[in-house]
């Protein structure tokens, strides 16, 4: 995959003129760098940035990984999941460089970094932790992939476009012994690309710590994850008796999140949303909060 485009490369992908290219670039809308020479070149960066700002899917990026016809088809109408295989592969061979590849010409097929996750990113993990449960993969093998995974992830997120601050905040932790922390990070990466300040706590955050956290940041919106729980009873009883009075003190909202959360607590966690899918964060990011009053 190219690292830098020139102008007759990018109005190639982009399908359009090279003197719009050049508009844009001198107007800022996509960042160039200059030759000695004085021609433009643009850092694969900042092509991705510039897609997802106006939400442009680039037909063709990096396509060229993939000799196979079909997958080309499959990515040229969108269709990232055809991915899965290609980026479990990588992530268990441990190769962090291809599945940032992997992951960048997914973004780029379909610049929705929601989709992303759900559609590519996290069925590998799923099948990793099946194959792992059944004793078909060790466990440096599963480790090795998650890093990968994360690794890559991590890097994509430091590409990507971040929208101006929308002067709001959320709060992120995983419950009291959680470790699973990566599904929670991608929904931080999610509200940071959205513009919001994100303050995440991370792995194994004990209540009292998570309250703190409230009534110091005064987040509008605070997500709490449990994915491996032992003791369901504590949990409802902290989040009812601590974290739902804390985030409602400060006009916040609580959100849930993790693996089935609307089947175990529907009507025994006060949370404002229960989250079992990372694409209802969407909504979250694009209505207003509400008062808490109104909640
Ligand atoms: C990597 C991994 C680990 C790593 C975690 C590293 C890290 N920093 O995150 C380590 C090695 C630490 C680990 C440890 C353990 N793990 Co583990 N792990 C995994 C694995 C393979 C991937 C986890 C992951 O990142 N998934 C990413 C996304 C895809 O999954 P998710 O977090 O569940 O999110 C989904 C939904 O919850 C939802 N969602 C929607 N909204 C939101 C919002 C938020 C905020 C969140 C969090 C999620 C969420 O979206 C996602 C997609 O559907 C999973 C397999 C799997 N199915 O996920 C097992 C898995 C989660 N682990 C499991 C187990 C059993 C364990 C251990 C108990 C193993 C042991 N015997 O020690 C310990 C528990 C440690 C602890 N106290 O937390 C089980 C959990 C079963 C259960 N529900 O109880 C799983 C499902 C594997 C399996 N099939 O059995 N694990």
Do not use: M, T, V, W
């Given at each position: 995959m190219r690292s830098i485009y020139s102008t007759t490369d990018l109005a190639n992908l982009l399908e359009v003129n090279e003197s719009t290219i050049k508009r844009w670039a001198d107007s800022g809308h996509i960042e160039c760098v200059k030759t000695k020479g004085g021609h433009r070149r643009f850092p694969i960066a900042a092509v991705l940035r510039f897609a997802q700002e106006n939400r442009?899917?680039?037909?063709?990026?990096?396509?060229?990984?993939?000799?196979?016809g079909d997958m080309q088809a499959h990515l040229a109408a969108?269709?990232?999941?055809?991915?899965i295989p290609e980026l479990k592969r990588a992530a268990l061979s441990g190769k962090i460089d291809l599945a940032l590849e992997i992951l960048r010409v997914g973004i780029a097929a379909r610049p929705h970094l929601l989709s992303l996750y759900h559609d590519v990113v996290f069925p590998p993990l799923v099948q990793i932790g099946e194959q792992w449960e059944k004793g078909t993969l060790t466990v440096d093998e599963e480790h090795l992939a998650s890093r990968t995974i994360r690794e890559a992830t991590a890097r994509l997120q430091a590409e990507l476009f971040q929208k101006p601050s929308v002067r709001r905040t959320v709060l992120l932790a995983c419950y009291e012994?959680?470790?699973?922390?990566f599904s929670t990070q991608c929904v931080a990466n999610y509200f940071e690309s959205e513009g919001w300040k994100t303050v995440f706590l991370g792995q194994a955050t004990p209540t009292d710590s998570v309250v703190h956290a409230v009534r110091k940041h005064q987040p509008e919106v605070t997500v709490v994850s449990t994915i491996a729980l032992t003791d369901e009873r504590k949990f409802i009883r902290d989040m009812n008796e601590a974290v739902a009075p804390a985030t409602r003190s400060v006009g916040g909202m609580l959100v849930i999140g993790g693996p089935r959360t609307r089947e175990r607590f529907a009507g025994t966690v006060q949370a404002d949303m229960l989250t079992?899918?990372?694409?209802?964060?969407e909504s979250l990011t694009t209505r207003p909060i509400p008062p808490a009053a109104a909640l």
């Open positions: 442009i899917a680039l037909r063709g990026f990096g396509f060229g990984e993939f000799p196979d969108g269709n990232i999941s055809k991915l012994d959680e470790l699973h922390d079992d899918s990372i694409l209802q964060y």
